[in-house]
């Protein structure tokens, strides 16, 4: 039977120093396999202790209940620093608050409706793009998955296309800062004890200084602008406009570019992690593709889509929201215990990590019937039903929920529909993938596919 590509899992006990090496190859194939059937895992080393959470009422007391005592610890700030300033993603507290106040407006389900042209637009721009790769040959899919999710992003935030000269600087860039340091690395997740002195490469920081230069030109421009009456009505408006109903204050251009740089980075690599393995999915299961093809052409038809639409494509939806279950883009979070906690029994000391994990939680075999198959339509079964209530956070959960969650459950299936309605996706032999956690989940050595045109 056909099974979804899983990394293997570790044996049960390593060294330390194994564990490190594994972990700096790939952060999935360096847990052990009964974590997919633990409620909770306990890691001492002698540096740290380290608490994986997967028992639902666990994840609900971090992220849900009392999120305030379970921080974003200062070694991620130290390590997204360069890149992302002081962004709503790193930031704590207060400052935290503030920002979501006047950001999340711009996100909500009403705004959706605003935005859905430019993301339409960007849709038919990267199906437009792979016409010309669409003759068999072999793609690696993920390149042209993340420049249609750049371009959403692009065409939504600034009403710019990816071909626009600073959008096509700033995604390349992002792309050489990956090379330099994959934002998720070793330092962020696996805490060093304070005296190790942390140094970013050189090359992270050119890049990083190269990408904030870039977003400063845009935003500087946007600002000038707004005072001027005549900027266009997107999302950066949107959120340098609106004021903090708390304090009436807004974001001057410094802190917009550290938002900007963190819904790039958030926005980009997410999406298009999670299409790359949709799609790879699909020509997985054949009859999985020709229902969403079939959906795809009654409900888009010539094209002309309207907003509403988007509530019909319901296959293309599932299959998105399994593969989100299969291949969470983000597949770890880590947060810091304040002070003091019981965790199932076990006292937890101040500083300690808790680590809540997408991909087990969302494979646990405890919760989910068949975890590791590729199923869309578990969803209308009560199991399904229940692992969707309880065991499904590929957006996170609580107040510190994805800013992008409504925005990326549109843009995924729609972006998911047109491709299929275009082009028939096919394996490439001898060229499976293999799921690693870099910055986000994806394939080991790329994700390949054959494209043809679907008549
Ligand atoms: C399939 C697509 C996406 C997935 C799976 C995803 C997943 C996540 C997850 C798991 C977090 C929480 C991380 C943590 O707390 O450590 C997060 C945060 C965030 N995401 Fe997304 N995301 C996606 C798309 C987007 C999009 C399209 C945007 C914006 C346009 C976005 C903006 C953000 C921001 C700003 C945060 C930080 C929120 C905060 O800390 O308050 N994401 N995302």
Request: hydrophobic letters at 45%.
């Amino acid at each position: 039977m056909t099974r979804p590509p899983k990394p293997p899992a570790r044996p049960r006990k390593v060294s330390l120093r194994r564990y490190a090496k594994l972990f700096r190859q790939d952060v999935l194939s360096a847990q052990p396999d009964h974590l997919y059937r633990a409620w909770m895992a306990e890691f001492r080393t002698p540096f740290f202790r380290s608490y994986m959470c997967n028992d639902p009422a666990l994840v609900d007391l971090v992220l849900k209940e009392r999120p305030d005592d379970f921080p974003k610890s200062d070694r991620i700030r130290e390590g997204l620093a360069p890149l992302l300033g002081n962004s709503v993603f790193v930031t704590n507290g207060e400052t935290w608050k503030r920002q979501r106040r006047i950001i999340d407006p711009a996100f909500e389900g009403g705004r959706l409706k605003d935005t859905f042209p430019a993301m339409l637009a960007a849709g038919q721009a990267a199906v437009d793009r792979l016409r010309a790769r669409a003759d068999g040959a072999p793609v690696e899919i993920e390149e042209e998955t993340s420049a249609a999710a750049a371009d959403v992003i692009f065409r939504t935030l600034f009403s710019i296309p990816i071909e626009h000269a600073v959008a096509r600087e700033v995604f390349a860039a992002f792309k050489a800062h990956q090379r330099a340091q994959p934002v998720l690395n070793l330092g962020v997740l696996l805490p060093l004890p304070r005296w190790v002195p942390r140094f970013h490469r050189r090359e992270t920081k050119r890049t990083a200084r190269k990408i904030r230069a870039l977003i400063t030109q845009i935003t500087a421009a946007r600002m000038a602008e707004i005072e001027a009456g005549s900027a266009p009505d997107d999302l950066a408006t949107k959120i340098m406009t609106t004021a903090d109903p708390l304090t009436g204050e807004t974001f001057d251009t410094a802190e917009m570019v550290d938002q900007v740089a963190i819904f790039f980075l958030a926005g980009h690599e997410t999406s298009a992690s999670a299409l790359a393995w949709a799609l790879y999915l699909l020509a997985l299961y054949p009859d999985w593709q020709a229902r969403v093809a079939e959906e795809a052409a009654r409900e888009i038809g010539d094209g002309a889509i309207a907003f509403s639409t988007l509530k019909r494509l319901r296959v293309a939806r599932d299959v998105f929201r399994e593969t989100l279950r299969l291949y969470p883009p983000v597949p770890m979070m880590v947060r810091e215990a304040a002070q003091c906690e019981h965790f199932r029994g076990r006292a937890v000391k101040p500083g300690s990590q808790v680590v809540l994990s997408p991909w087990h939680q969302q494979r646990h075999e405890r919760i989910w019937e068949r975890p590791d198959e590729f199923d869309p339509g578990r969803f209308e079964t009560e199991n399904g039903r229940q692992g969707l209530r309880s065991a499904y956070m590929p957006f996170s959960a609580g107040p510190r929920v994805c800013t992008g969650a409504g925005f990326a459950m549109a843009e995924g299936p729609l972006l998911l529909a047109l491709l299929v309605r275009a082009f028939r996706f096919e394996l490439v032999a001898g060229r499976p993938a293999m799921p690693v956690a870099h910055l986000t989940v994806r394939g080991k050595d790329g994700i390949w596919l054959r494209l043809t045109p679907r008549g």
